[in-house]
């Protein structure tokens, strides 16, 4: 499975950034989908994740009422809207896969993984 994120960048605090994540090399309704993000100087955290068949989702405490997942499988895409976005949500934000029909919420949960987009949240 390949993975590319895209959409990041950089916006002013309380902005809003959508971010996507394209998919490839397996059927992408099999695969559960997870974002996680990783600031300097720290560990990579969750941040939400879906399962394949959208049933499933979860949210670090963190992005809840924030953060808005979703995925479209005619498209190969999950998405990751952000909204009233903080300083401290500026990290690398990576997407990752697993086969399954749960919303994962741990790094060792996933063996495929994009190679992230730069998020900043700043004035």
């Known amino acids: 499975v390949q993975l590319q994120a895209s959409g990041g960048g950089l916006v002013q605090p309380g902005g809003s950034l959508r971010l996507s994540c394209a998919a490839s090399g397996r059927t992408f309704s099999s695969l559960a989908m997870g974002w996680f993000r990783q600031a300097p100087g720290k560990e990579r955290e969750f941040v939400a994740g879906i399962s394949w068949s959208g049933g499933s989702i979860y949210y670090a405490d963190s992005v809840k009422g924030r953060f808005t997942i979703s995925r479209d499988n005619a498209k190969n895409t999950v998405y990751l809207q952000m909204s009233s976005l903080k300083p401290e949500d500026t990290a690398v934000y990576y997407c990752?896969?697993?086969?399954?029909?749960?919303?994962?919420?741990?790094?060792?949960?996933?063996?495929?993984w994009g190679k992230g987009t730069q998020v900043t949240v700043s004035s």
């Open positions: 990752a896969a697993v086969k399954g029909d749960y919303a994962y919420t741990e790094v060792l949960s996933y063996n495929y």
